[in-house]
Nanobody, 126 residues
Framework: QVTLVESGGGSVQAGGSLRLSCAASGRTLSRHTMGWFRQAPGKEREFVAAIAWTHGNTYYLESVRGRFTISGDNARNTLYLQMNSLKPEDTAVYYC???????????????????WGQGTQVTVSS
């Protein structure tokens, strides 16, 4: 069992930056594939980024590639999402998720992830 707790959300103006954190307990994150998803009001949950912790490969939603960076800290057992050049369309509740899988394949489907955090709100104003 893995418990995930996100933090770091907030309100920023367009062009600003935020760094989201996802602290894990119960199991080391190196035994999982990790992902970030987001959900805006009235919309379905959307994939943002994923990382294969053991292999180091990453995968991004096209609209965030080059602006967002997913990374992890083994010592802290924490996942991060650095978000730069934020846009109003990035406004959403952001969730981290863990999948019981250590291969190189990175899923963008929410149903393939086994554990979820409670979410943190990101609001970008124009």
């Amino acid at each position: 069992q893995v418990t995930l707790v996100e933090s770091g959300g907030g309100s920023v103006q367009a062009g600003g930056s935020l760094r989201l954190s996802c602290a894990a307990s119960g199991r080391t994150l190196s035994r999982h594939t990790m992902g970030w998803f987001r959900q805006a009001p009235g919309k379905e949950r959307e994939f943002v980024a994923a990382i294969a912790w053991t292999h180091g490969n990453t995968y991004y939603l096209e609209s965030v590639r080059g602006r967002f960076t997913i990374s992890g800290d083994n010592a802290r057992n924490t996942l991060y999402l650095q978000m730069n050049s934020l846009k109003p369309e990035d406004t959403a509740v952001y969730y981290c998720a863990a999948r019981d899988y250590t291969g190189r394949y990175l899923s963008s489907f929410p149903y393939e992830y086994d554990y979820w955090g409670q979410g943190t709100q990101v609001t970008v104003s124009s």
